[in-house]
């Protein structure tokens, strides 16, 4: 008997799409759960990863226009000339609604062209389990919420610092989280040999130096939470050696990676309207789940709890500050998405204010989030809130800090606190 299904924060945003579009590419890392949530939905399968299944739509991909709909098309980046056959089929019957799924997890190598589907198949991102989807606690505080100025900020969690440890450890992957923890390292040390050894190779990407490879991908995520410039980390990821990876091979790495949905950098917000002076344009660097970081900079639960591990820049906190803020963000994003909203960070070019996650609606309206691992907040913890709502006035719909505390509530200043278990979509 296959484990039951959990429905996801993705199921509303892809109900609401197939009611009322033709094709969706449901887009991310392996084993997020990209398959279980599309393929519940479709009358027609067609794995692509089946050698069998390949060679026949490989001859002949305009066959899926015979196939009774849904038709879901899982992996379909194994056979690129897919995207431009259900772009045809959707030319000729634009009236048609839920008529395919795709769903990939890999990007197509650049020197393979397809039309850009634009307006007839959306693209839908899809990551790993955000901290509401994990069942910990009932969040008390949305965030979409917090954007109409309805939201009353209140709330009570027993999650405390070792309980988000354990949660970054234990990973968002619906597969891998419930192992044991033995069994869960070695799953998510193959899941990161697969992506180096094989995943690229099936894109047709040799990989000269696996090992060099992987040292770079460490170096990366000892930059979790950061924007440490990409020299920087080649520098960590090579330390001593005078034979160190060309620049353009380092670039490849990362441009490779990204397009397995491994990593998963944060953009830098530029605002949509009377832009700030003197913005940053570099990423927070993340990779698509913390518990992926955790493994590859490789302390455990009881390091993270004192303190341990190495960081590429050392004046970005802790590493276990680090995670939390990485699991923070990808949290953010999930919930963020559910609602057509776009996330980023903002840091002046001076380094002189930052803020952690910047989320921004379709009515240009910003929520400004800092993440801190304290139970308490302090007033050099909102300072750069409200410097941001003296920029943005009205634009800015709320101050957010969220943080390992017990309770939430709204400061004497307008800044909300919440824990991050009591956040929610």
Same mark, same amino acid.
């Given at each position: 008997?296959?484990?039951?299904?959990?429905? %996801?924060?993705?199921?509303?945003?892809?109900?609401?799409?197939?009611?009322?579009?033709?094709?969706?590419?449901?887009?991310?890392?392996?084993?997020?759960?990209?398959?279980?949530?599309?393929? /519940?939905?479709?009358?027609?399968?067609?794995?692509?990863?089946?050698?069998?299944?390949?060679?026949?739509?490989? =001859?002949?991909?305009?066959?899926?226009?015979?196939? +009774?709909?849904?038709?879901?098309?899982?992996?379909?980046?194994?056979?690129?000339?897919?995207?431009?056959?259900?772009?045809?089929?959707?030319?000729?019957?634009?009236?048609?609604?839920?008529?395919?799924?795709?769903?990939?997890?890999?990007?197509?190598?650049?020197?393979?062209?397809?039309?850009?589907?634009?307006?007839?198949?959306?693209?839908?991102?899809?990551?790993?389990?955000?901290?509401?989807? %994990? !069942?910990?606690? +009932?969040?008390?505080?949305?965030?979409?919420?917090?954007?109409?100025?309805?939201?009353?900020?209140?709330?009570?969690?027993?999650?405390?610092?070792?309980?988000?440890?354990?949660?970054?450890?234990?990973?968002?992957?619906?597969?891998? /989280?419930?192992?044991?923890?033995?069994?869960?390292?070695?799953?998510?040390?193959?899941?990161?040999?697969?992506?180096?050894?094989?995943?690229?190779?099936? *894109?047709?990407?040799?990989?000269?130096?696996?090992?060099?490879? *992987?040292?770079?991908?460490?170096?990366?995520?000892?930059?979790?939470?950061? +924007?440490?410039?990409?020299?920087?980390?080649?520098?960590?990821?090579?330390?001593?050696?005078?034979?160190?990876?060309?620049?353009?091979?380092?670039?490849?790495?990362?441009?490779?990676?990204?397009?397995?949905?491994?990593?998963?950098?944060?953009?830098?917000?530029?605002?949509?309207?009377?832009?700030?002076? /003197?913005?940053?344009?570099?990423?927070?660097?993340?990779?698509?789940?913390?518990?992926?970081?955790?493994?590859?900079?490789?302390?455990?639960?009881?390091?993270?709890?004192?303190?341990?591990?190495?960081?590429?820049?050392?004046?970005?906190?802790?590493?276990?500050?680090?995670?939390?803020?990485?699991?923070?963000?990808?949290?953010?994003?999930?919930?963020?998405?559910?609602?057509?909203?776009?996330?980023?960070?903002?840091?002046?070019?001076?380094?002189?204010?930052?803020?952690?996650?910047?989320?921004?609606?379709?009515?240009?309206?910003?929520?400004?989030?800092?993440?801190?691992?304290?139970?308490?907040?302090?007033?050099?913890?909102?300072?750069?809130?409200?410097?941001?709502? =003296?920029?943005? !006035?009205?634009? *800015?719909?709320?101050?957010?800090?969220?943080?390992? !505390?017990?309770?939430?509530?709204?400061?004497?200043?307008?800044?909300?606190?919440?824990?991050?278990?009591?956040?929610?979509?």
């Amino acid at each position: 008997m296959g484990q039951q299904y959990e429905r %996801r924060i993705v199921d509303d945003t892809l109900d609401q799409l197939i009611a009322g579009l033709p094709a969706i590419a449901i887009e991310g890392a392996k084993a997020v759960g990209k398959t279980a949530t599309a393929s /519940r939905r479709a009358q027609s399968t067609l794995s692509l990863d089946d050698p069998h299944t390949y060679d026949a739509i490989s =001859a002949h991909p305009s066959a899926v226009a015979e196939l +009774t709909p849904p038709v879901f098309l899982d992996e379909w980046q194994l056979v690129p000339e897919l995207w431009n056959s259900v772009r045809r089929i959707v030319d000729e019957d634009p009236m048609a609604r839920g008529r395919f799924l795709l769903a990939g997890s890999a990007g197509l190598q650049p020197s393979v062209r397809i039309h850009s589907g634009a307006g007839r198949i959306v693209r839908l991102v899809m990551r790993p389990l955000s901290l509401a989807e %994990r !069942g910990l606690v +009932t969040p008390t505080v949305s965030l979409d919420a917090l954007f109409r100025g309805s939201q009353q900020i209140e709330g009570e969690t027993h999650c405390a610092l070792g309980d988000y440890v354990d949660e970054i450890l234990r990973s968002g992957f619906p597969g891998i /989280r419930g192992l044991d923890d033995q069994v869960r390292n070695r799953a998510l040390d193959s899941y990161l040999e697969r992506v180096v050894d094989g995943d690229l190779e099936q *894109m047709g990407i040799r990989v000269r130096r696996p090992g060099a490879l *992987m040292a770079w991908l460490r170096a990366y995520a000892a930059a979790t939470s950061g +924007t440490a410039d990409y020299a920087k980390i080649l520098n960590a990821a090579t330390p001593g050696e005078g034979d160190k990876p060309a620049k353009l091979t380092a670039d490849s790495y990362r441009e490779h990676l990204t397009r397995v949905f491994l990593l998963d950098p944060l953009p830098a917000w530029q605002p949509s309207f009377a832009p700030l002076k /003197r913005l940053t344009h570099s990423p927070k660097h993340h990779l698509v789940d913390p518990a992926l970081a955790a493994r590859l900079v490789g302390v455990a639960r009881g390091g993270l709890l004192v303190g341990e591990g190495d960081r590429v820049a050392t004046d970005t906190g802790s590493w276990v500050g680090a995670l939390f803020e990485s699991l923070a963000t990808q949290s953010l994003r999930v919930y963020a998405e559910a609602h057509g909203s776009q996330t980023g960070h903002l840091r002046t070019s001076g380094g002189d204010r930052e803020i952690d996650l910047i989320v921004e609606d379709d009515q240009r309206r910003v929520v400004g989030i800092e993440v801190k691992l304290a139970d308490t907040v302090h007033e050099g913890d909102v300072g750069h809130l409200h410097w941001l709502k =003296a920029q943005l !006035g009205d634009r *800015m719909a709320d101050m957010v800090v969220v943080n390992t !505390g017990r309770f939430a509530y709204r400061r004497p200043d307008g800044v909300a606190v919440v824990p991050l278990a009591l956040l929610g979509p």
